[in-house]
Each structure stands twice: as C-alpha cells, then as structure tokens.
C-alpha cells in the first residue's frame, strides 16, 4: 500500500547492481533514530521550560538530551544498525542539544540580566558548538592521524561543552542570586567555554583505556559509578558543580600528557640519513 511518506533510506538510493532494494526495514536500523528523536525533543522541551521559569526542569531536560544522545550511536553499535541517515541525525540533534538548548537554557536563567552581551555570548557558544561538531565530523574521515592522536579530541567536546557552560545554573541552584553583575560574568565564562570548543586543546577521551579492564579493578569501579550516581540523584546541583569543575582542572593535565606523547614520537623518530656519500679511502 503506498503512502504520503517517502521510503526510509538508512544508507542513501540504492545503487545499480547492490541487489533488490529490501521493502521492509529491521527494526534494530529503526530505534537508534527513535532515540535521538527523542533526544531532540528533551531539549527543545528544556528549551520551552526554561520560557515558563521552571529551571531545574528545563536542566534536567537538557541533560536528559546529552544522555540520551550519547545512548544513540552506542545501541546502533550494538544492534549493528548503523547507517548514513543515522550518522546525519546524531550530528544535527547534537546541534540543538549541545549548542541551541544549553545557550537558551543559561540566557533566559541569567544572561538576559546582561542586555545584548549576554545574547552574544549564548550566540557566539552556539556557533562554537556547530563549529565544533563540523570539524569533528571531518576529523574523523582523515585516515592520516596517527592512532595515538586517536586518544584525543581537539578541543573540548559538545557533550562537555555542554555541562561545563550550565555551571551558572548550577550556582544559582545553589544559592547564589543570578544578579546583573554576576550575569556578565557568567557572559564571560560562557565565551570562554565557546573558545575552549573551537581550540585546538587536545583533550583526552579516555579510549586508550580499551573494553577490557583488570579483574581487581571491576569492584571498585561498580562501587564508584554506584557512589557518584547516589550522590548525583541526591545532591544533583552539587554533584554537578564538583563535576564541572573537575573537568576544568583535569584539562591541564591533558595538555601535559599530550605534549610528552608529542616529545616521545619526536625522539623515537629515526635521523635523516645524511645524503652526503661516504669519504673515499
């Protein structure tokens, strides 16, 4: 039966010669794209929230959305239902997520007491995060990167960019008064934030770390993941605040590491052999 709706094409048209074109889709190709729709419509309901005053629920919403988009592509891994459609949505949900709902979020809390600089920093951060997620996007096509460089993003990534630029909502959650004076500096820190997405600071991501992980190691990392999610559902505002702020710290350290991987490569490399020939005897 046909319908008003155009055929769904997880890969692009079929070409010519790849076999019949399948007239059913699998589902395990079907629910990666329903969580990040669902993903999207956290956030632009963070967004709606935060235009009715109710902030800690617009937060929660938009930190629902980060979840939930980095859910996605980890289910399409595992249900092998990867594919080009899917590849295209995550990259555009990552927009509105990490970049539209966050600045919107933190400009209607406390940036607005700042008149039009604090609209454009909550301008400059959302073209940061398309930026960001851009060069990202061509990054990862470049077969040329050394596979240590792998270990590493280039500067800080969307999902971080997100959570670290909240940190005003967090204080405010906390007490402190969202006042004229504070919101431009939290105008400050957000452009900030903005440059730390499109910088070329290399951050570590933690995949050098593999899929397996030493026996003796297991409980303790249970009994932590337990521990911070305890402490996240009961102090959220707290948790968030540590947590943030421990990101900022932790980016020096990236940089130290990254510039010894950089000094070891540099001395391991062989010398040029000179092209001078050999003295004759």
């Not at 092998?80 to 509105?96: E, N, P, R, T, Y």
């Not at 105008?187 to 995949?207: E, H, W």
Request: hydrophobic share 55%.
């Amino acid at each position: 039966m046909e319908t008003p709706f155009p055929p769904f094409e997880p890969n692009g048209p079929a070409e010519e010669g790849r076999g019949p074109r399948l007239s059913q889709i699998p589902m395990r190709m079907v629910i990666p794209n329903v969580i990040t729709v669902l993903a999207i419509c956290a956030g632009l309901t963070g967004v709606r929230l935060a235009f009715e005053n109710r902030f800690e629920m617009a937060v929660s919403m938009v930190l629902l959305a980060a979840f939930l988009d980095g859910v996605d592509g980890r289910v399409a891994r595992m249900m092998k239902g990867s594919s080009k459609f899917g590849a295209q949505m995550d990259s555009l949900a990552d927009i509105v997520n990490f970049g539209v709902a966050p600045a919107l979020v933190l400009y209607f809390f406390m940036l607005d007491q700042a008149r039009t600089f604090g609209w454009i920093a909550a301008l400059l951060y959302c073209i940061a995060c398309c930026l960001r997620l851009a060069r990202f996007n061509v990054m990862i096509e470049n077969p040329r990167i050394p596979l240590w460089q792998g270990n590493y993003f280039i500067g800080v990534p969307a999902p971080a960019g997100a959570m670290l630029v909240l940190l005003p909502v967090y204080l405010g959650f906390l007490g402190f008064a969202p006042t004229r004076l504070l919101a431009f500096a939290a105008a400050i820190y957000t452009v900030a934030i903005a440059f730390l997405l499109v910088s070329r600071l290399p951050v570590y991501n933690g995949k050098a770390a593999g899929s397996l992980i030493r026996r003796d190691v297991v409980m303790p990392l249970i009994l932590g993941v337990v521990l911070y999610v305890a402490f996240l559902m009961s102090y959220t505002w707290e948790t968030l605040t540590l947590t943030a702020l421990a990101y900022l710290v932790f980016l020096p350290f990236s940089v130290a590491a990254w510039h010894r991987r950089m000094a070891a490569e540099a001395t391991a490399l062989p010398e040029p052999e000179s092209s001078e020939s050999p003295p004759q005897q």
